[in-house]
């Protein structure tokens, strides 16, 4: 089977690209390490031309401080690192006001201390949660693997074709889709989202589902917080119910409200998405294009199981389980058939 000039054109575009030079700078970081001895000079020329791709955002007004770790999948947007850093300052900010509005200018209670606990047990979840929907792969398609010995290497029978990426290089498999933030394909991408700086896929959706849970929980508990103390400062005429003055106190609590209102509503309204496209087995790109399903789906409780990684069980509720792959049972591995 001859590619001809097509699969060279390709082939230079993906040299060009950032995700091959993202590659080359780990295969470069790796060389240098294993190899430094005897190729040390060549080494350092060839790692220093990808320098740049260490920060984590390589926008044109700023450079982030801190640098990529090995093995960390990091999405260099800068819209979306700004959104993360939204989200993370919001949640500090509800913090502070349960903390230091609500709960220490009070006697202590045992109301109290439970509040805190339960409060700041979510806050950490919902944290935690972001932070691995962030900085984990969401299931990304192996760059450049579409060369001419692997697709003669799948021995494809009559009547069976395959879809490559004309930007990856890479062979597509059923229900993946390619992100032009994060310039891969994805495995059962279901959206792009800013606020975690990252796609929604096969590998990572139980963290976005866990996140936007878990942020929903906070927001309810707030507002309830909220009630209750507002209805304390008027009964004592807001001149006991905070360490700050009746205005500081009434504007922060006005904040906070209008935050867990906003972002409660939100979260929820996307945590009912992401249930309802997993127990139709249908993702949100999947569903906005009305594409015909070409999978087997599975049933409720089985992509379910395939979207947490593991048979029902508290660790579902856990960021900090990541998911089995053999659960995934993913039709998105499977080449298409016609």
């Known amino acids: 089977m001859e590619y001809g000039d097509e699969f060279s054109s390709m082939r230079n575009h993906l040299a060009n690209s950032y995700s091959y030079r993202k590659f080359s700078n780990a295969k470069f970081r790796y060389l240098k390490k294993n190899y430094s001895d005897n190729e040390d000079d060549e080494l350092d020329d060839e790692y220093n031309s990808f320098d740049n791709d260490i920060y984590c955002c390589d926008c044109l007004f700023c450079k982030c401080p801190w640098l990529i770790l090995p093995n960390t999948w990091c999405v260099k947007d800068a819209c979306g690192i700004v959104c993360a850093f939204v989200t993370w300052f919001l949640v500090f900010f509800a913090e502070f006001v349960v903390i230091f509005v609500f709960i220490l200018p009070k006697p202590f209670t045992i109301g109290a201390f439970v509040n805190t606990i339960i409060f700041n047990i979510l806050a950490f979840l919902a944290l935690t949660s972001h932070s691995f929907a962030m900085l984990s792969d969401p299931g990304a398609v192996p760059l450049g693997n579409a060369t001419p010995e692997n697709i003669e290497s799948l021995s494809l029978v009559s009547g069976q074709i395959i879809y490559r990426c004309p930007r990856c290089i890479s062979i597509k498999p059923l229900r993946a889709h390619h ?160």
């Open 179 to 338: 992100c032009s933030v994060c310039n891969r394909c994805i495995k059962k991408m279901d959206h792009h989202c800013p606020w975690i700086n990252n796609c929604v896929g096969e590998e990572n959706q139980k963290f976005f589902v866990l996140f936007t849970f878990y942020i929903f929980l906070i927001s309810s508990h707030a507002i309830f917080l909220i009630i209750t103390h507002t209805i304390e400062c008027i009964d004592q005429d807001w001149l006991q119910c905070s360490s700050f003055s009746p205005a500081v106190t009434l504007v922060l609590i006005i904040f906070l409200g209008f935050e867990s209102l906003l972002f409660g509503i939100f979260t929820l309204v996307m945590f009912c998405t992401q249930i309802s496209a997993i127990l139709s087995d249908e993702t949100q790109i999947e569903t906005l294009k009305n594409e015909e399903p070409k999978w087997l789906k599975k049933n409720k409780f089985t992509s379910l199981k395939s979207v947490f990684g593991s048979e029902f069980s508290i660790y579902w509720f856990c960021p900090f389980s990541k998911p089995n792959s053999k659960y995934f049972l993913s039709n998105s591995n499977k080449l298409m058939d016609v």
